[in-house]
């Protein structure tokens, strides 16, 4: 699913909201995502799952072309960790 398919769904589930409104509604939702993730927060939306983000500290890694030790610096990565509603949905196949 993309974000215009969330946007369309959201548009067609909610007839009060029109394209625009419910992608305004998408887009402030996301960008108060990434703002608290950026600023180190911890987001969990119940029954869903929860985004954090992780520490990755430096370590040495090999450049497979050459076989040469490159150093890879420490960084921030976003990780998200399906919540337990979730992962009995996807676990369960869908009925036809």
Known sequence: MTRSDL????????????????????????????????????????GFGSFSVTHRPPRMGRNPRTGQSVPIPERRVPHFKPGKALRQAIETPPSR
Do not use: P, Y
């Open 7 to 46: 946007v369309e769904q959201l548009a067609e589930r909610f007839g009060q909201l029109t394209q625009r409104d419910a992608d305004s509604a998408v887009k402030a939702i996301l960008e108060a995502m990434g703002d608290s993730l950026v600023r180190g927060h911890r987001i969990e939306i119940r």
